[in-house]
Each structure stands twice: as C-alpha cells, then as structure tokens.
C-alpha cells in the first residue's frame, strides 16, 4: 500500500488508522470523532470535511501523485504513533494516573 484511506463518516477510535501509521503510510481520513487526536493535518496524513468526497479524493490523487510527500508523511505518521502509542510513553501515562 502506498496510502491508507478510511472513508468511514461515523467511527470512535480507529485503531486501523494507528496501524497504517505505524506502517509508514500517510492517512486520509473524514473529520470524526478520534482523526484529529491521532492525524496531524498535513505532517502524517490529511483530515477532510467530513462527506466531502470531493475533498478526500483531491487528497489522494494529491498523494498518488507526489512519492516524495507520501514518503516524508509516512515517515512522520510512523515517527508520530511511535512516539504517542510506544509501550513506554504509555506506560508514563499511567504512572502520572497513579501518582496524582
């Protein structure tokens, strides 16, 4: 795959979206629910307008389009998860639940 694209209207966290990302591949996603705590527009994947077909399709004919953007915004989407969802940052998450 080059592109992961979720063309889901309502969702509530998607761990797909976590899956493509940890697997290099820049997403474009509708703007529900979770996107736009996991997405950072334009860095690791687009959000469009949530039914705006229109939109998401010029987003991946943007992407097909460009290997160069596909592979900075892969890299940024892997980099972004294993940053936010490592075992690690998690597991400070909890602690900090703990603690106070």
Do not use: W
Not at 2 to 17: A, K, M, T
Not at 30 to 38: G, L, Q
Not at 75 to 83: F, S
């Amino acid at each position: 795959l080059d592109i992961f694209l979720l063309s889901s209207r309502y969702e509530g966290f998607s761990n797909v979206i976590n899956e493509a990302m940890a697997s290099s591949l820049p997403v474009v996603v509708f703007d529900i629910k979770s996107s736009s705590e996991v997405i950072n527009h334009g860095v690791s994947g687009y959000i469009t307008r949530n039914g705006d077909i229109q939109e998401m399709a010029e987003r991946v004919v943007e992407l097909a389009g460009n290997e160069a953007l596909r592979v900075r915004m892969g890299a940024n989407a892997r980099k972004q998860i294993v940053e936010q969802f490592s075992l690690d940052y998690l597991m400070d998450d909890i602690k900090e639940l703990f603690i106070h």
